[in-house]
């Protein structure tokens, strides 16, 4: 029979176009940069994901693989093979003929880490929350180590960094007060005493060193 035929896969391959095609579903390492005169890669993402989502996408690989495999480059022959279309972002659905745009926020798991993606006709981006910073090159939200930038508490306390914030705790041997300040144990009796009910209520509450 003219044109029957079905393909068997090998792993890792998925059948598509009613078993007419093998598609490549190997997931693997994908780069920021190829570097041509000596085809290397840097800038490795921190995800793995197919060949097809790190060099069809917009804006995510120039290479795939270990060792890299520089991606096609668009518009070429080579891209069309790959991607289904001649611009990244796109692909072209083969049972319709259609051009498509690539959700690249579902189709990349981990893309846009601790942000939210947002996926756009021909691209997508990437919000990062307060205490986040958008690292274009890892294409992921990255914590700000607010502590890094300068003495961010005050005398006697310790800055502590945490995910999306920090926190300034009292050096030992000091306690917080409800003005927010550290001060030595003898200091805060004084000040205990002197405070209204609500205040030395709260003061306990602030009190987290066990006694
Ligand atoms: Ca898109």
């Known amino acids: 029979m003219i044109g029957n035929y079905t393909c068997i896969c090998p792993a890792d391959y998925m059948q598509v176009n009613g078993g007419h095609n093998c598609m490549d579903m190997r997931k693997s390492y994908c780069y920021r940069n190829f570097y041509s005169d000596n085809r290397t890669c840097d800038g490795e993402l921190t995800f793995n994901m197919t060949k097809k989502m790190c060099c069809c996408s917009y804006n995510i690989g120039r290479?795939?693989?270990?060792?890299?495999?520089?991606?096609?480059?668009?518009?070429?022959?080579?891209?069309?093979?790959?991607?289904?279309?001649?611009?990244?972002?796109?692909?072209?659905?083969?049972?319709?003929?259609?051009?498509?745009?690539?959700?690249?926020?579902?189709?990349?798991?981990?893309?846009?880490?601790?942000?939210?993606?947002?996926?756009?006709?021909?691209?997508?981006?990437?919000?990062?929350?307060?205490?986040?910073?958008?690292?274009?090159?890892?294409?992921?939200?990255?914590?700000?180590?607010?502590?890094?930038?300068?003495?961010?508490?005050?005398?006697?306390?310790?800055?502590?960094?945490?995910?999306?914030?920090?926190?300034?705790?009292?050096?030992?041997?000091?306690r917080f007060t409800p003005t927010g300040q550290c001060l030595g144990r003898g200091m805060i009796t004084e000040i205990s005493a002197e405070a209204p009910v609500s205040d030395r209520h709260r003061l306990l509450e602030d009190d987290e060193e066990p006694r």
């Open 63 to 174: 290479a795939w693989n270990k060792p890299c495999e520089q991606c096609p480059v668009p518009s070429t022959n080579e891209f069309a093979i790959l991607c289904g279309s001649e611009r990244p972002g796109y692909y072209i659905d083969i049972t319709t003929g259609r051009v498509i745009d690539i959700d690249e926020c579902r189709e990349i798991p981990g893309v846009c880490e601790n942000g939210v993606c947002i996926n756009m006709i021909g691209s997508f981006r990437c919000e990062c929350p307060v205490g986040f910073i958008y690292n274009d090159k890892l294409l992921i939200c990255e914590d700000i180590d607010e502590c890094q930038n300068g003495p961010v508490c005050q005398q006697n306390a310790d800055c502590l960094n945490m995910p999306g914030s920090y926190r300034c705790e009292c050096k030992a041997g000091y």
